[in-house]
């Protein structure tokens, strides 16, 4: 089986490789392949980047990873608890974590299952989202470590968090 490690979050780059995976690559052919991942597969991408960095050094628990993630993303809850105010904290802090989260689960096994010639499924949580252009929306709800070259952001449709499997084709 697969073993993360929040250490591995510390960009987009070393999340994905902890997937790239050599002994995956023992597993290409030109038959259909599927490989499947855990569920919560993408929980660790939440610690990717500056703002995951207090919450990777810590030791402890993945909860109390995310409690200390609230400085980080205090822009980002703020505007959350003021658009859904029924909304808890930890709710608006998940909302919050749709850029990175989406971006790099989304990245990591698209290109997984192009480099593998494989359908893969793994699972994370998260809301529906959708892709914003908006310069507004990247200057708030963006990734820091991505400015200035950062052209989209990905944003929750609504404020449910759901618990999903995504399916990736061998096309991506």
Do not use: C
Request: glycine fraction near 6%.
């Amino acid at each position: 089986g697969h073993r993360q490690s929040i250490e591995a979050s510390v960009n987009y780059t070393t999340w994905f490789n902890q997937f790239n995976r050599s002994d995956l690559y023992e597993l290409r052919s030109h038959e259909p392949t599927l490989i499947v991942f855990g569920e919560l597969t993408g929980l660790t991408s939440a610690f990717i980047g500056t703002r995951g960095q207090i919450a990777r050094i810590q030791v402890g628990t993945v909860q109390n990873a995310l409690a200390l993630m609230m400085k980080s993303y205090e822009k980002q809850i703020t505007s959350y608890l003021n658009k859904y105010p029924t909304i808890s904290i930890t709710n608006a802090l998940e909302l919050s974590l749709s850029d990175v989260m989406w971006r790099a689960f989304n990245q990591t096994f698209s290109s997984l299952a192009r480099l593998l010639n494989a359908t893969i499924i793994s699972a994370t949580f998260g809301p529906r989202i959708f892709r914003s252009t908006d310069p507004e929306d990247i200057e708030l709800y963006g990734d820091p470590d991505l400015y200035p070259n950062q052209t989209e952001v990905y944003l929750p449709l609504a404020k449910e968090i759901y618990n999903t499997a995504h399916v990736y084709a061998p096309n991506g």
